[in-house]
């Protein structure tokens, strides 16, 4: 199909008496990798529950692959082949790390009914979820559990990956890792859509860019632009890429 993967037109989020967004417009185009950044508070993270359906849009439309999705529930929005990795990592800590990601295979009721090709690209970007496959996953760093929420949204092919921070707390050499692991997820075809506040790894990786404030979107456009114009990154973000 033409046109982008994801698209928001007017979203409005209430949360309980709260209106958090306001009218948020947002295009997602296919195969690129889209930043969503802001302050914190903006309503980046209401944002991607909204278009997870975890909070209800209150207003506008949300269209994945030219769908209609604003009043599905989370389990159909997932199965259309949308992972989410939220910012806590949703990582099941009594759970081995192998079984948080048969969790996620649909298609295997065990770990040797897993895509082996597939586990295998996995161990190849995060070396960790191999190395731990065994070990419960609550007693993992915070770099390897954020390794494993991934390898669990990834375990099964997505056309959309949403991401929520994927870089906070951890360390830089870590950080270069998920850097690389979301170029080859890129490089297959994956849409991605990432909030972010680290700067580096925004500009890194991203094709596209919107910058929320106050509910709404108020800058979209190219990644690249934005890493250039200093003045604009001051205005939108208050400091400098």
Do not use: C
Request: overall charge neutral; aromatic content about 4%; glycine content about 10%.
């Amino acid at each position: 199909m033409n046109g982008p993967l994801l698209e928001l037109a007017g979203v409005h989020t209430h949360i309980g008496a709260y209106h958090i967004l306001h009218g948020v417009d947002l295009v997602v185009p296919r195969g690129q990798v889209a930043l969503l950044l802001g302050r914190n508070g903006a309503g980046k993270t209401t944002t991607l529950r909204t278009i997870m359906g975890l909070w209800r849009a209150s207003q506008g439309r949300i269209a994945f692959n030219g769908q209609d999705v604003t009043h599905l529930d989370t389990p159909r929005i997932a199965q259309l082949n949308i992972a989410y990795v939220p910012e806590n990592m949703g990582i099941f800590a009594d759970l081995t790390v192998k079984e948080n990601l048969l969790l996620a295979a649909r298609g295997a009721g065990t770990a040797a009914q897993m895509d082996g090709e597939r586990l295998a690209w996995i161990f190849g970007m995060f070396p960790a979820v191999e190395q731990f496959w065994n070990h419960p996953a609550g007693k993992l760093s915070g770099g390897q559990k954020q390794m494993v929420a991934v390898a669990r949204a990834i375990v099964e092919p997505r056309d959309l990956l949403i991401v929520d921070e994927p870089s906070k707390g951890l360390a830089p050499a870590i950080i270069n890792n998920m850097i690389a692991a979301f170029g080859q997820l890129k490089a297959r075809g994956v849409t991605i859509l990432l909030v972010e506040q680290n700067l580096h790894f925004a500009q890194s990786l991203g094709d596209t860019v919107a910058v929320m404030d106050n509910g709404r979107v108020v800058h979209a456009g190219a990644m690249a632009e934005l890493a250039q114009d200093a003045a604009l990154q001051q205005r939108l973000l208050g400091l400098a890429l």
